[in-house]
Structure formats: C-alpha cells, structure tokens
C-alpha cells in the first residue's frame, strides 16, 4: 500500500521538495511567467536570463505541492545552459511523458526520470506540468515578441 | 501555532451509537489501499445507507415509469413514491406545504432557480444584493451573474478573525436597497453556523427577502424554515444520506407564486397551443421534464433513517466528535485550524492547514492509509484566499464517524509528519 506512494514520492522528488532548487530571484531577467493552478492554489513564477538562444540561468518560485515544487527544481537544474530549442523539446517530453504517450525521442531525463511515477496519479499530473507549461508559454510569447520586434524593424 | 480549544458549553450525551450505525452502511467495509476505509468527506457527500440504496434498485425492478402521466399501474407507483417523498420533505423542514417544496437537481440548481426566476423580475440596476464572505460558489456565483445581468451591485458581510460573520457594520451592508440576503446555514469551510434567523429578521426589516443555503445545515441539525422565517431554503439530498442528483427548494407560497418558471417543457404546463402556453400549479410549474424519479424514491428511506435517530441527536453526536477533532488536531503545533473552536457554534466539517505539508500531499498521503478528506478551495476560492493559504485539507464528519475514526486521522497525520521527514 506504501509502494504506490513511494512511487509518487521517490527520494530524489523528496529531496527536490526540501531542498527546492533554483529559488532565488535573477538579476537580469529575459523571459517572466507566471503559471497558476487555480484549483490547486498552486503558484509558480518563472524567471529566465537568455544569452543568445542560451539559458543563462533560471529561477523558479513555487508556492504548492510537493509534486509541483519538485518538479520547478528539477526544471531549473534541466535547463540551465541549454539552447531555447531544445529547451522546447525537453519540455514538450516531459508533458508528453506525464500524461504517458509512448515517447520515441531519447532523452536523457536525470532527476527527471522520478517524476515518472506521476503519470500513475491521473489528479497529481497537472501539479508536475505546472512549470513545464509555463516554460513553454513563457518561452513562445518571448518569441513572438522577438519576431515581432524583428519584424518592425525592417 | 494552534490556539486552546474552548471547551464546549453543552456536555452533550450520545443518543446513538455510531459504530453500530456504520452496519448499515456497505461502503464502509471497503478496504482502500489495504486498510479499512475512514470516510471523512461528508461534507461533499455522504455515505448511503443500505435501505437507499435497496430503495432506489427497487424502483427501477418493479415500478420504473414516469411520473404525472400515464395511466397504468407502475405511473400510479411511481407517482405516488414521488410525491411521498416530497411530503416527508415537506414534513421534515418543518411542516410545509408540498406546494412549496420544488424538486430541483441539487442547491445549486434551487439557488440558481431563485436567481433567474426570481431575480429577472425582482432586481434591478441599483438594487442591492447582500451574501457573505463565506459563501460557497453556489451561492456566490449566480448572484455574481446576477448583478452582472442587471447592474445590481454586491455587498459582502464580512468575518471575523474566529470565522464568525461580524455583524458590527451590518446596518450600512443591509441598506433599504438590498432586495436580497443571500446567507449560508453552515460554512462548508469554516464549519460557522451562521445566525440566519437574526440575518433573516434584518433582510425584512429593510424590506428584503432571505435565501438561506442549507447544504451543510439541514443534514445536520433541526432545521424549522417556517420558525426561521426564511424566504427560500435550498439543501440536497445526497448530503444527507441521499442520492445524488436530487435537491430541494422551499420557498414561500405567496412568493413562488409571483414567479416566472426557470425551465419550460413537459410537466410544467397547463394548457398549451402552438402560439401560447400556460403554467402548471405550484409545485409543478418549476419542474419541467422528468426528473430522477427513483433519485426522489431512493430519498424517502434517508429521510426515514434520519427521522428514527432524531435530528437533536444527530446534532449532538456532531457536536461530541468536532470538539473531539478539534481537541487531537490542536495536538499539532504545525496544524492551524480555520474557524470557531467551539463545537456548539459549528459544524462537522473541520478545515485544517499544516504549514509544511501542502493539503493535496497531505489528503494523498492519507489515501494511502485509507482516509478519504477533502483538499482544495471547497468551492469557496474567495474565502480560500481571504484565509490566506492556497488550499485547505478538509475532514468533516456524519452520523457514522466515531471518536476511532479521528484518532485514526491523528495518528495518520504524525505518520504523515514523519514520512515528508517534518517529524
């Protein structure tokens, strides 16, 4: 009866969950979203530094669940020091492994394996994605803005 | 962290024993997750006893057929079962007359009946309509909807830091313009049982009518609409031992009188021609279509059940576990409990936050040991928020809850402490 929930708290969940990762706020800040679950009550703000397509550095404060906080933590260590791209495509992986579609790409996930256990808890499944969403939507919009500042300029 | 427990006024004895109750009740010998089942959701719903549930497979084996048509036996079975059961409401409440008890789908449905048929020809840009901080969405949202149709504005009763509505400003929020004092019995949250005779008496003293939400209040003590003098009262069935799908507005006969119908269709008719259609009598001109007819049947048994232990007593056992509850979780220094500390000023739902626990690892840990509570908002986002955290865990108890259920959520709270490594 403990195994199943062992499997939704693996330790290095756990441990992401007390000792969140990637907490403090940015200096310079390129890419601000907010993602909410509204209910949950679960709230997340999501900074990142870009360096030419680059993810300088990340910062990710979250105010919810274990599963969600863990999941901010494991985004920040995942993402710092990747290209927006594959940064994208990490993301869109990680959505796709929680809600259990057969992923073909090969990722090499780290901590990231451990939110596996998630898909088996159909109501816990949108506390994981919460950062990953608003990655994405955080940096599509930037994009967009890009493009369009590109777009004026010409 | 936690504050003293006020201790109760009213020793009160135990008029009937609990364990012996949970007999008659099969979900309760189901095992989950390998242990044996504590329900302490109530509040969202309650557990069925075996007579509901035997009741509602009989009407679909020997006399399913609609109701108020037909002129065969099993119309005439199904009929009479139906209208039984609005009788026993009627009773109930406070002896009412069946003109005056409307079959809807849940409180929901009752309070938003009232909001379109009443509220379309009663309110106005200007009017005021007066509800409280602590309201549930059902008796939130559609007076939101309210207002926004017809630029009426909105005025909230607020509460105070022990969950009690502070009555102190209430002559400027129950001003001559308020037309309506939409009120909830009980918090389903704070667990407040809020003093609806007195709010009942100052809504006609300014010319307004009162609408008291009773999802949480009639499964759980007396309640006498007519000794309240409550304009219109909405409660479900399913949370008091009932079916889901089915609910109840009383309302006033001279009131309902003046009002339009909610549905049209089938039922709700007197006459109709192709260019012109004219309305049944009270209770019928609000129920258009077929309702749950064997949701309404399976209903009578709860009533019964709930008759032969006596709702004094009912109120009592309440009253003996949540100042139980209330006394073991102010065991936590991590745990803060919303709402009064004193069991014979609330109810038996029981929100809870632990600083270090978010309420969903929390109700999901307690899964884990077979313990079924509540986490979230509750239906109840402002409050939520005025409360200052993002969810509450929720444990809220019935006539089948004992003292050992609670022990056995306390202990399952330090397991729990000790698992996320708090402890």
Redesign the interface.
Known sequence: ??D??ND??RDII?DH??YPRGQKHLDKVDIKTEGKN??????LELELKIDHDIVEDVSVGC?????SIASGSILSELVKGKDLQEVKKIARHVKGMLKGENMSDNFNLGDLEALKGVKD?PV?IK?ALLSWTALIDGIDAWEHKEKAKVSSTE | MSRLVEPSAIKPSVYFDPESIKNDFPILKRFINGRKLVYLDSAATTQKPQMVIDAIAGYYQLHNANVHRGLHTLADEATSGFENTRRKVAEFIGGVKTEEIIYTSNTTESINLVAFSWGQGNIKAGDRIVATQMEHHANLVPWIALAKRTGAELEYIPIDNDGYLDLGNIDKIITPNTRLVAVTHVSNVLGTINPVEELIRLAHDRGALALIDGAQGMPHMPVDVRALDADFYAFSAHKMLGPTGIGFLYGKQNILETMEPYNYGGEMINEVRYNYADWAELPYKFEAGTPDIGGAIGFAPALNYLNKLGMEAVRHHEIELTAYALERLAEFESIKIFGPLNSTKRGGAVSFYDRDIHPHDMAQFLDSRGIAIRAGHHCAMPLTKLLGVPATARASFYIYNTKDDVDTLVEALKEMRRYFKYD
């Open positions: 009866m403990t199943s929930l939704l708290y756990m969950f007390r509204p209910t949950c009550g679960d709230e105010k919810g669940c274990a599963i808890f816990r506390c």
